[in-house]
Nanobody, 119 residues
Framework: VQLMESGGGFVQTGGSLRLSCVAS????????MAWYRQVPGQGRDFVAV???????KYDDSVKGRFTISSDSAKDTVFLQMNNLKPEDTAVYYC??????????????WGQGTQVTVSS
C-alpha cells in the first residue's frame, strides 16, 4: 500500500492550495483518511480527518479555512486550503487507517508535500 500526496507549493499570504492524496495497492477498506503537518524540529500535528461515513474534524487553527473531502471510489482524500497564512508553512502528510488484508488494520503515511506561505 502506498499513499501519494500532490499539490504542495509556494503561495503568498491569503492564497489557496489544494492537496491530494491517493491510496493504492491491496486495500480492503479505509476507516479514516487524514492530514497532518510538520515543521522542522517539531512534532507532527493533526490538521483534519474524514471518516468513511463522511464525518470530518479539524484542528482549531484551520477551521473555516481548510476543507477536507474524499472520493471513496478512488481512495483519494483532498485538502482545500484557503486564506493561507505563513504559520501554515509545513510539510503536509497524508495518513490513512486502512485494511491491507482481511481483519488487519494499519496506519499508513505518505512521503509528505511541502507547503510554503510567504508573508
Amino acid at each position: 500500500v502506498q499513499l501519494m500526496e500532490s499539490g504542495g507549493g509556494f503561495v503568498q499570504t491569503g492564497g489557496s492550495l489544494r492537496l491530494s492524496c491517493v491510496a493504492s495497492g491491496d486495500i480492503f477498506g479505509i476507516n479514516t483518511m487524514a492530514w497532518y503537518r510538520q515543521v522542522p524540529g517539531q512534532g507532527r500535528d493533526f490538521v483534519a480527518v474524514i471518516s468513511s461515513g463522511g464525518s470530518t474534524k479539524y484542528d482549531d487553527s484551520v477551521k473555516g479555512r481548510f476543507t477536507i473531502s474524499s472520493d471513496s471510489a478512488k481512495d483519494t482524500v483532498f485538502l482545500q486550503m484557503n486564506n493561507l497564512k505563513p504559520e501554515d508553512t509545513a510539510v503536509y502528510y497524508c495518513n490513512a487507517d486502512l485494511s491491507d488484508r482481511p481483519s488487519r488494520w494499519r496506519d499508513y503515511w505518505g512521503q509528505g508535500t511541502q507547503v510554503t506561505v510567504s508573508s
